[in-house]
């Protein structure tokens, strides 16, 4: 049998155009299609992950704020329960602060009552021994009291003039002066004083004079930082002290009228 190799090429040939057109147009779009096809599958199979994914972060989200809200519900709570406790308390202190300020204010009333009561007795009592005084003076020695209280400072005013000449100071005379006192001066009676601080300070003392009722019966002489004053109150102070002590065992003997307010509970 012979072959025919023309034959055999001929036919080699065709099949291998017949594999290449196979290859070229029928094995590459459906292994294209079939790996599309993959890749759909792959990335449909991705975002189902991912999907399921955010669905688990969300119902962990949503776990998280259902829990957030229930502590923040019990904080609320607390805290309400805790200002409501606190401004109880503060109102309740504020209650007491004002029953306390208010015992305090009556009693603080009731002391001034008293004192002004104290003030009005030693001043009348003042008043009635400066005009028995006055009266006294007037009938037995023909001079009125204010004379004779200008007399007193005078023989005080010699008095310190002669412990300083005695015992000389470093410190220099001073320049001016000022005699205060309770009631005007009669013109005798402020050259008698004139005189006298001049010949203590020195001669070009200035000397200025001024009347001040608060001194109660008295003259003060202010010079150089210094006082010097003589004043009938003094002689009353025993007697006010006394007038303070009977008006404290009187109060003492009385029932306070102020009330003590009980403390809210």
């Known amino acids: ?109 009731v002391k001034s009552e008293r004192l002004e009561l104290n003030r009005e007795i030693v001043t009348r009592t003042q008043q009635e021994v400066f005009a028995l005084a006055r009266k006294t003076l007037a009938d037995l020695a023909g001079t009125t009291l204010e004379d004779r209280i200008a007399d007193v400072f005078i023989r005080r005013l010699h008095d310190m003039r002669e412990k300083c000449n005695a015992q000389p100071e470093t410190l220099p005379r001073p320049t001016s002066a000022l005699v205060r006192s309770a009631f005007e001066l009669s013109p005798p009676a402020r050259t008698a004083i004139e005189n006298a601080v001049r010949a203590w300070l020195g001669a070009d003392t200035r000397l200025s004079f001024e009347t001040v009722p608060e001194l109660i019966s008295g003259i003060e002489l202010t010079a150089g930082g210094r006082k010097i004053a003589w004043s009938i109150s003094d002689f009353l102070a025993t007697l006010a002290e006394s007038a303070t002590a009977l008006l404290e065992t009187e109060a003492a003997a009385t029932p306070s009228a102020v009330t003590k307010v009980p403390h809210a509970a």
């Open 1 to 109: 049998m012979l072959i025919d190799w023309f034959t055999v090429a001929a036919q080699t040939i065709n099949f291998l155009i017949l594999v290449w057109l196979l290859k070229r147009f029928l094995y590459a779009p459906v292994l294209a299609a079939i790996e599309a096809r993959e890749t759909k599958i792959a990335a449909e199979l991705k975002d189902a992950a991912a999907k399921k994914a955010e669905a688990q972060l969300e119902r962990d989200d949503f776990r998280s704020k259902v829990e957030t809200l229930e502590r923040q519900r019990v904080e609320l709570l607390r805290k309400a329960t805790d200002e409501a406790n606190a401004e109880r308390q503060r109102l309740l202190d504020a209650a007491r602060k004002d029953s306390d300020a208010l015992r305090a204010k009556l009693n603080d009333a």
